[in-house]
């Protein structure tokens, strides 16, 4: 099975309780990627999401900029490996 691009992102700042997670679904449905954002117990928000390069990154930069002043830091990896996502959901 070919490998696909993914990232998994963990955004610190005034991010739950402000509709985070569903203006990244809104976005997400802008972009060909596959994947799922939720909370966090200690108050952060994991996204993780799967897509071409271009697609992907370019999804990122997107919640980035729509939620820019909830975002007060971010940690990314990004990798490649098998699908694991069909669609992109809340969790």
Known sequence: MPEIPNAKVT???????????????????EFEVSGYVQNLADGRVLLEAEGEVSQLRAF????????????????????????????FVIR
């Open 11 to 29: 955004y610190h700042g005034h991010v739950q309780g402000v509709g985070f997670r569903y203006a990244v679904l809104e976005v997400a449905r």
């Open 60 to 87: 990122l930069a997107a919640v980035e900029e729509k939620m820019e002043g909830y975002i007060r830091s971010a940690d990314r990896t990004e990798g490649a490996g098998p699908p694991r996502h069909q669609g």
